[in-house]
Nanobody
Framework: QVQLVESGGGSVQAGGSLRLSCVVS??????MGWFRQAPGKEREGVAT????????LYTDTVKGRFTISQDNAKNTVNLQMNSLKPEDTGMYYC???????????????WGQGTQVTVSS
């Protein structure tokens, strides 16, 4: 089964940027997504990418600020996060699934997560 390992989280001030990376252990035809979960809240979809085509889907709150991309040569899925806001704070997870969706229930393989903290 494919394994996912995230990196790149950290602490930044509002308006700053971070780049998250997810290393995928093997070639996969899964759809790849980034999700986040803030304390006391449900996990939510942030962005999903259609493998090969590069077509992306974003939740409304990050449109224009976040960009998901794939680097097939390095087997990574990246999330570039710009103009970060305190409400972007949470644990960010990379996941693989069989649907082009932002719904966590459609994704079956998950990484361990990387923490993002944005201070005001």
């Amino acid at each position: 089964q494919v394994q996912l390992v995230e990196s790149g989280g950290g602490s930044v001030q509002a308006g700053g940027s971070l780049r998250l990376s997810c290393v995928v252990s093997a070639y996969t035809r899964y759809y790849m997504g980034w999700f986040r979960q803030a304390p006391g809240k449900e996990r939510e979809g942030v962005a999903t990418i259609y493998p090969g085509l590069g077509t992306a889907l974003y939740t409304d709150t990050v449109k224009g600020r976040f960009t998901i991309s794939q680097d097939n040569a390095k087997n990574t899925v990246n999330l570039q996060m710009n103009s970060l806001k305190p409400e972007d704070t949470g644990m960010y997870y990379c996941a693989a699934g069989l649907s082009f969706s932002l719904r966590p229930s459609f994704f079956s393989v998950w990484g361990q997560g990387t923490q993002v903290t944005v201070s005001s």
